[in-house]
């Protein structure tokens, strides 16, 4: 099994430009997360998604965050615009079993 | 609500010796328990998990945890640690949100083994 896939690993972008981060998650697994991780506040979740269904996005930290799964072997988080304090690196994980998620490497978002 | 509190930030240790990482929860419910591990430049890795049965639970690379209900407590430890266990590592606790179950993460140690 490849694991969870995040793309891009690394995305450079400035100030007011879209950034949609992907993850495709283990195949067969019914939840997928996404969390952001920074120094000042640790692993914070984001959205999680249930059978391709947003059931929680109280984390989404504004309106400027948007993220969908169309299918269930995609996923997208979507900034716009985007701000230097999102720079963080967000993972995707996937779980069968709700409370064992598996992560996907991160991807590394720097806003200049 | 649930919340994990995990002490010390750092930990240093010298090689072979015990890994003590310390895990204090608080939940409304019966928590699930767990220790994630993070090498560099990478995401978490499920290092071990206590769901209901045996409070003794032993998970990968030579780590174990103790559910300790009266301590509210689940520390991670491992009998000799080894360079290749320097990595940060997260207790996390999963109790019910309506018809799911949530992970809530504590803020992580720094585990450093000196040679």
């Known amino acids: 099994d490849a694991g969870v896939i995040q793309s891009p690993r690394h995305e450079v972008t400035e100030m007011g430009q879209e950034v949609t981060l992907r993850c495709k998650p283990i195949?067969?697994?019914?939840?997928l997360f996404w969390y952001r991780q920074t120094m000042m506040r640790g692993l914070e979740l984001l959205i999680y998604f249930n059978n391709n269904v947003p059931i929680d996005d109280s984390g989404m930290p504004e309106d400027r965050f948007s993220a969908k799964m169309p299918n269930a072997s995609f996923s997208t988080l979507k900034i716009q615009p985007s701000e230097p304090r999102d720079s963080a690196v967000y993972f995707c994980a996937s779980s069968l079993k709700i409370y064992e998620q598996y992560f996907g490497p991160g991807t590394r978002l720097t806003v200049t | 609500a649930q919340s994990v509190t995990q002490l010390g930030s750092h930990v240093s240790v010298s090689e072979g010796a015990l890994v003590l990482l310390r895990c204090n929860y608080s939940s409304s419910v019966p928590p699930y328990l767990f220790w994630y591990v993070q090498y560099p430049n990478q995401g978490l890795q499920l290092l071990l998990k206590?769901?209901?049965?045996?409070?003794l639970v032993k998970g990968i690379n030579g780590f174990e945890a103790e559910f300790k209900k009266s301590e509210t407590s689940f520390h991670l430890t491992k009998p000799s640690a080894h360079m290749s266990d320097a990595a940060e590592y997260f207790c996390a606790v999963s109790e019910p949100v309506g018809s799911a179950r949530q992970l809530t993460f504590g803020s992580g140690t720094q585990l450093t083994v000196l040679p």
């Open positions: 195949s067969g697994h019914n939840s």
């Open positions: 206590y769901t209901t049965g045996a409070t």
